[in-house]
């Protein structure tokens, strides 16, 4: 499995994530342009299996509708965050960010805790405090984490469906749990290790 990471040039600086595997793929969190996703989807001969999201926040998801349109294939996401989806358009607008249209949840990750997308296997980690349905996808011993966790910080809970004490259960039940040198690939900023975020990160260091 090749894994290659993308940072948008909006103002947001978000993660997206490549990983191909066999001449197919699965893309993570789709808040690159999608001129730049569908032109690595076409120059390596992909077929593009699924898009996964690991929350509904616009920056991950603002190019998930083009994807899916141009390659056919599913998308994926929890419907805890729904509102914020259908709200795509209205924060593209706030937010001064070109509005590609909305995508719809053709699988509810509320529904599943694991994916069998040959030849990728996920396991779907409910994680909760930085929005309603965010998850978190781990593939072997990579994990992506979309805003939950970062390295040496957390995602913020101020928004609507955030909640503090949530985020942090979240993070030490489910992810602190994982062995320590699984790799972390956040939604923003660089990757990071279990083992450094337990000895390092000021929010969950006691």
């Not at 390596?44 to 926040?57: E, F, P, S």
């Not at 509708?65 to 729904?82: I, N, Q, T, V, W």
């Not at 358009?89 to 960010?97: D, G, H, I, K, Y």
Request: net charge negative; with cysteine.
């Amino acid at each position: 499995m090749i894994l290659k990471s993308f940072e948008s040039d909006l103002i947001f600086r978000e993660n997206t994530y490549l990983l191909t595997s066999g001449g197919k793929a699965i893309l993570i969190d789709p808040g690159a342009e999608p001129e730049l996703l569908i032109g690595e989807i076409l120059s390596g001969g992909y077929r593009l299996l699924a898009v996964l999201a690991t929350h509904g926040h616009v920056d991950h998801v603002l190019s998930a509708k083009p994807l899916c349109e141009r390659f056919g294939s599913p998308f994926y996401m929890h419907g805890g965050d729904r509102d914020w989806l259908e709200d795509l358009q209205n924060m593209c607008t706030r937010f001064r960010l070109p509005y590609y249209g909305t995508p719809l949840i053709n699988h509810d990750l509320a529904e599943c805790s694991e994916l069998d997308l040959d030849p990728f296997h996920f396991k779907v980690l409910h994680t909760a405090g930085h929005s309603e349905g965010s998850v978190c996808f781990l593939t072997e011993d990579l994990l992506f984490s979309g805003d939950t966790l970062f390295r040496r910080s957390v995602g913020r809970t101020d928004l609507p469906g955030g909640d503090l004490a949530l985020l942090k259960r979240s993070i030490r039940e489910t992810i602190l749990t994982l062995p320590e040198e699984t790799r972390v690939y956040p939604g923003h900023l660089e990757a990071t290790k279990i083992a450094d975020e337990k000895c390092h990160n000021p929010f969950l260091v006691l």
